[in-house]
């Protein structure tokens, strides 16, 4: 845009036509006041067009601008549009009102430049945001909450591989900048708590607007992500742990009233006791207790689970295979041989009664997770946070029952009563009946403690390997 300048001469000189005006005494070259109107500083020179005298007056529009006083030195501005208190370009001038303008002084400029440097620097400025785990300064959100990347590559380390750490301490330990890598147990221990996701980190990143089933922490015995969605995501969680579908188990079974053979049967405990240890390293918040308190806890309810799994797979348990892979034959004796056959009528029981109620396999998964997450575990160390998981998913088989069976109000509290007579079958004729064959004298809670530290690179070191 140019910029018309009023004629203005001296009164003993005549200005040229092809000459810049300028005003009396003052050099082109060495005034910098001048130097500064006329080349602002990062743009082209204004274009000044000849003195202009009009021969009528102004009949419409603004009245022409006035040459600032030479003497001040005005930034350059943003072009905007007139009369509304806005500034001109390259003209230096300010604009206000109707067309008028007025110089602005060189202490309102320094102000104004201050105060346009101290806010922009304000607003590209960051806001600082600590790590919710060490307080260290937030790379941004990770798994649901801000932490730093030491606290986001541990995280993501630590449920990748499923690394269990244990506590030299009395499991508090303070987790800061400066002591967060002292104690691995209460580190992690403390990402779960304030809200980071296992699942996020299996399943990549989760949108932040839609609510994961995978939003629950446990603080001090308090859910606090028990809202909309939470127990279906929960379920699905305990359903995703499972190694084998049940499809696998089936196949390993053959037709109803088909006799199975002595050898198939071990092989298929094998697999459901397998089964069982693998899916409870997986489900939600086994893995985040200590590993004595997760080998109690299978040591104590190994053979429910197992009965609840062969439930599930539909196992025959005909009495003469049984009876033949526990090692009985006819030269035993007559009483131990109808114990025997007390304890796998009992077995057949409970697995008769529970197919009798087409539990499904959400169910079975609910029904497990009670089982396993019991406080009347012997020498575990945190019975309240156990206890806590398993009112969780009492909860959830509640609800799922509600909105999946609502025509039978019954149906949660006949799956209840399932539990209590589970412990009714014997753990030691389990172990006589399918596991004798395959392990001879070692102790099943050495099985499952070498099942649980192994993972699933666990290799079956008996004569019967699974396959």
């Not at 088909?258 to 049967?265: A, E, R, S, T, V």
């Not at 039978?408 to 014997?426: H, M």
Request: aromatic content about 6%.
């Amino acid at each position: 845009m140019s910029m018309v300048v009023n004629s203005w001469q001296d009164p003993t000189h005549h200005t040229p036509d092809d000459v810049t005006v300028l005003p009396p005494n003052h050099d082109p070259v060495t005034s910098p006041q001048l130097s500064n109107l006329a080349q602002p500083p990062g743009q082209p020179p204004p274009q000044i067009q000849h003195a202009h005298h009009p021969t009528t007056p102004h009949s419409a529009g603004p009245p022409p601008p006035q040459l600032p006083d030479p003497g001040l030195s005005v930034p350059p501005q943003t072009p905007t549009t007139p009369g509304t208190g806005s500034v001109s370009d390259g003209s230096n001038v300010t604009t206000i009102g109707g067309g008028d303008s007025c110089p602005t002084s060189q202490s309102q400029q320094q102000n104004q430049q201050l105060h346009t440097s101290g806010s922009s620097g304000t607003s590209s400025e960051k806001p600082h945001i600590e790590c919710v785990v060490c307080g260290d300064k937030s790379s941004g959100k990770h798994y649901g909450q801000y932490t730093c990347e030491g606290c986001k590559s541990f995280f993501k380390r630590s449920v990748r591989r499923n690394l269990s750490y244990t506590c030299r301490g009395n499991r508090n330990c303070p987790i800061d900048q400066h002591h967060r890598n002292q104690c691995q147990f209460c580190r992690l221990n403390k990402c779960v708590k304030i809200g980071m996701r296992r699942e996020a980190v299996q399943r990549g990143r989760v949108p932040a607007t839609q609510p994961h089933p995978g939003q629950y922490a446990i603080t001090n015995g308090i859910d606090m992500g028990f809202g909309p969605g939470y127990m279906s995501g929960y379920i699905s969680m305990l359903l995703r742990a499972e190694p084998y579908p049940t499809s696998r188990f089936a196949l390993q079974c053959p037709v109803p009233n088909q006799i199975m053979g002595i050898d198939n049967i071990c092989e298929l405990a094998a697999r459901l006791l397998f089964s069982a240890v693998e899916w409870a390293r997986n489900i939600p918040f086994f893995p985040d207790l200590q590993v004595t308190d997760q080998v109690a806890m299978l040591k104590w309810v190994w053979s429910e689970l197992f009965v609840l799994n062969a439930a599930q797979s539909h196992m025959p348990l005909h009495v003469a295979p049984l009876l033949a892979a526990a090692g009985l034959h006819t030269s035993m004796s007559a009483d131990r041989v109808m114990s025997f056959m007390d304890h796998i009528r009992i077995f057949q029981d409970q697995v008769e009664r529970l197919k009798a109620l087409h539990v499904d396999s959400a169910e079975y998964s609910c029904l497990k997770a009670i089982v396993l997450f019991t406080s009347d575990s012997h020498g575990i160390s945190d019975s309240s946070h156990i206890e806590s998981v398993q009112e969780k998913s009492q909860c959830a088989l509640e609800e799922y029952v509600r909105h999946q069976y609502p025509n039978q109000p019954s149906r949660f509290g006949k799956l209840l009563l399932r539990l209590p007579s589970l412990r009714t079958v014997s753990a030691s004729a389990i172990e006589q009946l399918f596991f004798v064959r395959l392990v001879g004298k070692t102790p099943i809670e050495t099985l499952i403690r070498d099942m649980l530290l192994s993972g699933s690179s666990y290799g079956w070191p008996y004569p019967m390997p699974l396959q």
